[in-house]
């Protein structure tokens, strides 16, 4: 896995609130990875963003992002 990936959470998770959700790695670790789901908030403003820490068995790659915040720019 690496910066800009996206990652789906398991069901199993422990934190019962990130479960399923889809998630925009900002760091991998050894073991495992950071990033965040976007929480969108009010219309014509940038989301929210829910920061997340996830071992490897935790989570899912389901693709790479096509574009990301610029903030994140070097994904």
Known sequence: MQRGDVVQIRPE????????????V??????GVQGFIALPTERD???ARAYYRAT???????G???????DLDGC
């Open 13 to 24: 998770t422990t934190n019962k609130a990130f479960a399923g959700c889809f998630m925009l």
């Open 26 to 31: 900002t760091e991998v670790k050894s073991w």
């Open 45 to 47: 403003r940038p989301p």
């Open 56 to 62: 490897f068995d935790e989570v899912m790659k389901i």
């Open 64 to 70: 790479v992002a096509n574009w990301v915040p610029e």
